[in-house]
C-alpha cells in the first residue's frame, strides 16, 4: 500500500494549493478518502472528507467555503483545493484512506506534506 502527498508549499495569506494524494496497492474506489492536518498548537484535526464515488463530501468548519475535496477513482487519487489560505491554515497535511468491511477498519495513512501560510 502506497499514499502519497504532494502539493504542499509556502503561500501567502489570501493565496491557493492544490494538494494531491496518489495512491496504490489497494481498491481506491472502495475507500473513504479524508485529509487532516496537524499543527503544534492545534494536534490532529480532520479537514474534509469525501465519500466513496464522491456522493457526499464534509468539511471542519473552519474551513468550510475555502477548501473543496475531491477524488478521482480512475486515477486513484484525490484532491484537496485550498484558497484564501490563512496563517493558521500552516499545518501538516496527511491523506487518509479509510474502510470498515466485515468489522474490520482499514486505515491508510500518508507521510504528509507541510503547508505553509505566511506573509
Known amino acids: 500500500v502506497q499514499v502519497v502527498e504532494s502539493g504542499g508549499g509556502w503561500v501567502q495569506p489570501g493565496g491557493s494549493l492544490k494538494l494531491s494524494c496518489a495512491t496504490s496497492?489497494?481498491?481506491?474506489?472502495?475507500?473513504?478518502m479524508s485529509w487532516y492536518r496537524q499543527s503544534p498548537e492545534k494536534g490532529r484535526e480532520m479537514v474534509a472528507t469525501i465519500t466513496t464515488t464522491g456522493g457526499s463530501t464534509h468539511y471542519a468548519s473552519s474551513v468550510k467555503g475555502r477548501f473543496t475535496i475531491s477524488r478521482d477513482d480512475a486515477e486513484q487519487t484525490h484532491y484537496l483545493h485550498m484558497y484564501n489560505l490563512k496563517p493558521e491554515d500552516t499545518a501538516v497535511y496527511y491523506c487518509?484512506?479509510?474502510?470498515?468491511?466485515?468489522?474490520?477498519?482499514?486505515?491508510?495513512w500518508g507521510q504528509g506534506t507541510q503547508v505553509t501560510v505566511s506573509a
Open positions: 487518509n484512506a479509510r474502510q470498515l468491511r466485515l468489522g474490520v477498519t482499514y486505515d491508510y
Open positions: 496497492g489497494f481498491t481506491f474506489s472502495s475507500f473513504v
